[in-house]
């Protein structure tokens, strides 16, 4: 059995053509900028989920392993909840409103935000699966350079909360919800 794996990893990046001033990517930024993910990675990064929801950009640096040989297969994800986390404490005393105005100042035409654990299988069993910050945009409204820019200015506002080990993902996704008549 021949399961050779490659190796994608990104490097830096210019910023994306997101226009205003205040979008820009930080020019003394300490995170390592990433590119966008490759088409491949884009569409595969969240193998296992039911949604199979398509990257725009991540915050993680951990290279994303591409499938190769006769037998190659994905490594599927899970989601979870995020049990003990600092993130807990202070999202809904302000960190929450931050990321959503940001979002906003950025024209980012976001579709929902979600705090959860994304992880392979084995990672849950060990409980090292990372918290993330997952934001869902409506599909083909960010591009992947502009997704880049996004997930730096969310990292600096975790910053702000001492949130060194919060990730910040960003897919397409689209929202469903029922409505409610009024009689």
Known sequence: MDNKQETTQSGPSPSGSLGAGDTSLPQSSSRTLRSPPSEMEAKS????L?????????????????????????????????????????WEDGLGSKICALLDSMKVEWTSIDIVRIGYDEEY????????????VTPASLSGNDGVAVVVKCQEVLEEYNLTDVDVEIRESVVWGSRAYRS
């Open 125 to 136: 069993t060990t409980h090292t699966a990372p918290v993330v910050i997952w934001i869902g």
């Open 45 to 48: 990064y969240y193998a296992g």
């Open 50 to 90: 039911p949604s199979a929801p398509i990257l725009v950009a991540r915050s993680s640096t951990t290279p994303w392993v591409a499938p190769t040989g006769p037998e190659a297969y994905l490594q599927t994800k899970e989601l979870g909840p995020v049990g003990r986390h600092a993130i807990r404490e202070v």
